[in-house]
Structures are given as C-alpha cells and as structure tokens.
T-cell receptor, first 112, second 115 residues
Framework: NAGVTQTPKFQVLKTGQSMTLQCAQD?????MYWYRQDPGMGLRLIYY???????DKGEVPNGYNVSRLNKREFSLRLESAAPSQTSVYFC???????????FGQGTRLTVV | AQSVAQPEDQVNVAEGNPLTVKCTYS??????LFWYVQYPNRGLQFLLK??????LVKGSYGFEAEFNKSQTSFHLKKPSALVSDSALYFC?????????????FGSGTQLTVLP
C-alpha cells in the first residue's frame, strides 16, 4: 500500500519556468491538499480539493493552480516560477470518515 | 480564525528523561487536535489525535498527549525519551464544525534527544 505518492522528489527551476507537481493516493480518500513548508512557518495550505471535481484556495494560493484529475490524483502547477516559491511541497489526503491526513514524502523545489 | 502556537522552536532533553513538547490552540468551536512528526527529508507522520472522550490520548512510539480545554493546550509527552525521537514535531488543529480545508499547523518544534 503506497499511500500518498509525490513526483518528483527534487526539482530545480529557473525563474519564469513552469512545472507540475504530481500527487496520487491509493486510499480512496475524498479530500486532497497541497501544502508548502518553509522554515519557522510550519505548513501553509495552498489549495485543497474536498472531493473529486472541486478545488478551492487555501492560505497562500497566489502563483499556483491545481487540477483534481480524478479521485486519486491532484496536481499542483507553477505557471511562472519565482524564487519565493522555493520550498518543500507536501501533498496530503484525508478520508471523510477519518480526521487525520496522510502525507506524501514531499517535493523539494528550488527556483534560481 | 483558528490558530496553533508552539512556543518552543527547540527542545533538548537527555535520553531516558521525560519529554514535553508544548502546544496551545484557538478555535471558535470544539477542536480536533493532532500531533505529527517529521524526520529529516521525510513527510509528516501521524502520531496521535484527540477527537472526544478521554483527555489523555495515547499514540504511536510511546507518545501521549493531554487535552486541557480550560488551558486550550494539547502538550505532547513521553515518559522516557530515545535518541531516535529526535525530529521535528507539529501540532495541528481543526474545528469540528469547519470545512475540509481548516487544518491549521503550528510552526514546529525541533526535539533533540541527547545520548
């Protein structure tokens, strides 16, 4: 049982480049989330999807877009990367009937 | 708005001694409370949660946490620390009546257990 799988694990982008972070979960969870983790700031919610077909903004959505492709997959896109988006990105999923979220291993993104 | 405070960025404890990692929260309604642990270059792993019922919650790896409604606290504890407990610990809160997105994390506490 793989849980939540994120790809890639590491990425270096130049300012202005675009990329998509992929996330897939095999637990049949309804809700999926994208967080960014920065030193001293904990995890901040970028976007979430409460169920297949719906997405909504979190605390720090600017510069990002998301797609809930199906129940399993939730991707995060940076259209024009900026150095301020250098961070570690985590995808998470949660079942409607369970309170805790399950996290992927993270994507370490550096924008130069 | 809901919030979580972890007042200590760093906690050091000797192996074999008890450890406490502090967390206080603020929500408008009744809270769901969580502790997660993060080892270097890894994702967050769920440790334990408080939903309702007994104020003392037991979780993975010998950790426990005590919910104190009057002090709005949910401190993480372990009777005897191990060097392998060294990691970054996050407290999180969700309002029971809140929407799917309302899970708020604290800034994290780095626990170092000294041999």
């Amino acid at each position: 049982n793989a849980g939540v799988t994120q790809t890639p694990k590491f990425q270096v982008l130049k300012t202005g480049q675009s990329m998509t972070l992929q996330c897939a979960q095999d637990m049949n969870h309804n809700s999926m989330y994208w967080y960014r983790q920065d030193p001293g700031m904990g995890l901040r919610l970028i976007y979430y999807s409460a169920s297949e077909g719906t997405t909504d903004k979190g605390e720090v959505p600017n510069g990002y877009n998301v797609s809930r492709l199906n129940k399993r997959e939730f991707s995060l896109r940076l259209e024009s990367a900026a150095p301020s988006q250098t961070s570690v990105y985590f995808c998470a999923s949660r079942d409607r009937g369970l309170a805790e979220a399950f996290f992927g291993q993270g994507t370490r993104l550096t924008v130069v | 708005a809901q919030s979580v405070a972890q007042p200590e960025d760093q906690v050091n404890v000797a192996e074999g001694n008890p450890l406490t990692v502090k967390c206080t929260y603020s929500v408008s309604g009744n809270p769901y409370l969580f502790w997660y642990v993060q080892y270097p270059n890894r994702g967050l792993q769920f440790l334990l949660k408080y939903i309702t019922g007994d104020n003392l919650v037991k979780g993975s790896y010998g950790f426990e946490a005590e919910f104190n409604k009057s002090q709005t606290s949910f401190h993480l504890k372990k009777p005897s620390a191990l060097v392998s407990d060294s990691a970054l610990y996050f407290c999180a809160v969700r309002d029971i009546a809140g929407s799917a997105r309302q899970l708020t994390f604290g800034s994290g506490t780095q626990l170092t257990v000294l041999p």
